[in-house]
């Protein structure tokens, strides 16, 4: 079983719609949870990062961490084109390991 | 502020032959991170450096190799190069803990022909 499972889609919505995009994990040790968004041809670039369990609002995008179900899920409200990409997820243990680690994207295509 | 940036932007070999990458990292951020995205296969974690030590390995052999100098800054080494070796390398920077995550750069495309 892979460390962090995450539906590589394509996932394709029309403008104005709200997306959820969701990755579950194994690993009960990750403590730190994290969604990135990767453009072609660039770098992954850090949307949201959450600790505890709960949600977390920042603009059109929430967070979700279930800790106690190993799930994870980034809702995106008032889809843009612009937020065509792929969404990563990404999280880290506790300890002294700081090495992420990545589900392996969901590519979102949101037509005008 | 510079970001994470990369160089080459991108890089053809031909089999067999060494790949050098280079990585600087944002400034204050001691933790230099490497990894490969081949497609269809996500991010795969190279190589952590901190401080000028190599502080966590990837599943990746040995011909895998890189170091990171007194000015943070870093460089990836592929020796020996394949076929599948050809990817972005993206490398990125954190504070030490990497708690509010990691900056990436824009990568290097290595187009092993």
């Known amino acids: 079983q892979k460390e962090v499972e995450q539906d590589p889609g394509p996932l394709s919505v029309p403008e104005g719609a709200i997306v959820s995009l969701n990755c579950t994990y194994s690993?009960?040790?990750?403590?730190?949870f994290m969604w990135y968004r990767q453009y072609s041809r660039k770098g992954p670039e850090l949307l949201m990062y959450?600790?505890?369990?709960g949600n977390k609002e920042d603009g059109r995008f929430t967070a979700q961490v279930d800790k106690s179900s190993k799930y994870i899920s980034l809702f995106i409200r008032d889809s843009q084109p612009s937020d065509s990409a792929t969404y990563l997820c990404?999280?880290?243990?506790?300890?002294?390991?700081?090495?992420?680690?990545f589900g392996k994207g969901t590519l979102l295509t949101v037509n005008p | 502020e510079a970001g994470v940036t990369q160089s080459p932007t991108h890089l053809i070999k031909t089999r067999g032959q060494q790949a050098t990458l280079r990585c600087s990292p944002i400034?204050?951020?001691?933790?230099v991170y490497w990894y490969q995205q081949a497609l269809g296969l996500g991010l795969q974690f190279l190589l952590w450096?901190?401080?000028?030590?190599?502080?966590n390995r990837g599943n990746f052999p040995p011909r895998f190799s890189g170091r990171q100098f007194p000015n943070y800054s870093s460089e990836l080494n592929v020796n020996a190069l394949e076929l599948e070796d050809s990817a972005l390398y993206l490398c990125?920077?954190?504070?030490?803990?990497?708690?509010?995550?990691?900056?990436f750069g824009s990568g290097t495309r290595l187009t092993v022909v």
């Open positions: 990404a999280m880290i243990g506790g300890g002294s390991n700081y090495k992420l680690t």
């Open positions: 400034s204050g951020h001691t933790s």
């Open positions: 690993n009960s040790a990750f403590q730190y």
């Open positions: 450096y901190d401080e000028g030590e190599e502080r």
């Open positions: 959450t600790y505890s369990s």
């Open positions: 990125a920077s954190s504070l030490w803990g990497a708690r509010d995550g990691y900056t």
